[in-house]
T-cell receptor, first 116, second 114 residues
Framework: GAGVSQSPSNKVTEKGKDVELRCDPISGHTALYWYRQSLGQGLEFLIYFQGNSAPDKSGLPSDRFSAERTGGSVSTLTIQRTQQEDSAVYLC??????????????FGPGTRLTVT | AQSVTQLDSHVSVSEGTPVLLRCNYSSSYSPSLFWYVQHPNKGLQLLLK??????LVKGINGFEAEFKKSETSFHLTKPSAHMSDAAEYFC????????????FGTGTRLLVSP
């Protein structure tokens, strides 16, 4: 595709429900990143994938958050037992490689999650 | 750990006047620095990046930034603001700890009045 796509664009869920957020990276990009943008915390890193593996999960805020990537392409971020503080915009980005500061990360439009 | 500080949460300018968005960084070694722009309801877009080449970096839409090691600054400038420049701007530093982890500043909202 032309860019990183994310679905859904908006998600409203009740507290305690599970949600899945999807990211389709740019074709051929081996590195994939998840970030969260919230009013209180700004933009923060959550997790990154190199291929299908996630060497660094330190940014995930709690064990209710998990992510996977299959086929070196699509990634899913799952939030279990959602809480109101999970309300935020979840951004996905991809790049050609994972290391080195010269590779641009291309961002998707985000999924706005609202927990009621 | 690396970090960036954006000194202004809001900057207001008139169309046609210069833009200055300030950013200071903290890094234990030569950092990679970026400016990203986020228009309302749109994704983040890279404006420009510094990766230890020329200290004056030119980006898209007439923006440029100068890396000043002595001042640990990476301010974003544009000679003449356009209405379409109104957006949120993020100064970003990259931590290359085996992968490129982006650390974002808190953002500066640029308001452009006619």
């Amino acid at each position: 595709g032309a860019g990183v796509s994310q679905s859904p664009s908006n998600k409203v869920t009740e507290k305690g429900k599970d949600v899945e957020l999807r990211c389709d990276p740019i074709s051929g990009h081996t590195a994939l990143y998840w970030y969260r943008q919230s009013l209180g915390q700004g933009l923060e890193f959550l997790i990154y994938f190199q291929g299908n593996s996630a060497p660094d999960k330190s940014g995930l805020p709690s064990d209710r958050f998990s992510a996977e990537r299959t086929g070196g392409s699509v990634s899913t971020l799952t939030i279990q037992r959602t809480q109101q503080e999970d309300s935020a915009v979840y951004l996905c980005a991809s790049s050609l490689v994972s290391s080195g500061g010269s590779y641009e990360q291309y961002f998707g439009p985000g999924t706005r999650l609202t927990v009621t | 750990a690396q970090s960036v500080t954006q000194l202004d949460s809001h900057v207001s300018v008139s169309e046609g006047t210069p833009v200055l968005l300030r950013c200071n960084y903290s890094s234990s070694y030569s950092p990679s620095l970026f400016w990203y722009v986020q228009h309302p309801n749109k994704g983040l877009q890279l404006l420009l990046k510094y990766t230890s080449a020329a200290t004056l970096v030119k980006g898209i839409n007439g923006f440029e930034a100068e890396f000043k090691k002595s001042e640990t600054s990476f301010h974003l400038t544009k000679p003449s603001a356009h209405m379409s420049d109104a957006a949120e701007y993020f100064c970003v530093v990259s931590e290359d700890t085996g992968f490129q982890k982006l650390v974002f500043g808190t953002g500066t909202r640029l308001l452009v009045s006619p």
